[in-house]
């Protein structure tokens, strides 16, 4: 009996870790780097999604000013200036991906709203359209198509998702790098999934992100060349 009992015991102690662990997960891949107040505020692009079922803040500081670093974000897509993740984060999680650019691209330089940026190859017909953009300060990327082909076929799930990338000049030579996911889904187990799986993998895959664009505008890339 107290064999038994001790059993229990433990398996309800690594229950309350694995309980505590996935809720901690879930805050810092909804929080990580931002700020109360920057969670409360409004950004560029919030409207095109009204009634969002998932929402993360996450945000950086960087040591150089905002016309150094929207370069880096101008450029963004797959295989155009990539993603800035890290080469291990691709190899895993994006095999198909090629290295992130630690060069500024002068051709993929000018956004107009309605491009096109690429966020996979041709056959998975996913990507995002520029809603907003104003160099130097915000970039809105919308999407309609990040969900599986298969699904949106078989079973019409949907996604209504934006990006929004906010560049805050301080004053001092620096830029407060702000990144914001916004998405609505359907139908309700698409959603459920998404928010059990994507917002944990957002603390990764969004610091990723942020710490690349750091680097690079601070001069000093992580040594991958090319394009992703």
Known sequence: MGVILGRRSALGAAAVVLVGGLALLHRLGRTAGSTPAERRS?????????????????????????????????????????????????RLLFPANEPSADVILPD????????????????????????????????????????????????????????????????????????????ALAPRWVAGLYQLLLVPADFVMAGQMLRGVKARAEGRPPGCRGQG
């Open 108 to 183: 993929l330089q000018v956004l107009e709203v309605g491009d096109v940026i690429p966020d996979g190859p041709p056959e998975s017909s996913c990507g995002f359209v520029v809603a907003e953009v104003a160099p130097g300060r915000h970039l809105v990327l919308h999407s309609t198509e990040h969900l599986p082909l298969s699904w949106r076929r078989r079973f019409g799930a949907r996604i209504d998702w934006t990006w929004v990338f906010l560049l805050d000049d301080r004053g001092d030579g620096s830029t407060r790098f702000a990144f914001r996911t916004r998405a």
């Open 42 to 90: 409004t950004r560029p692009g919030d409207d095109l999604v009204a009634a969002p079922c998932m929402v993360t803040d996450h945000a950086i500081t960087i040591d150089a000013p905002p016309s150094v670093v929207w370069p880096w974000l101008a450029q963004m897509g797959w295989h155009r200036g990539g993603w800035y993740t890290a080469r291990w984060v691709d």
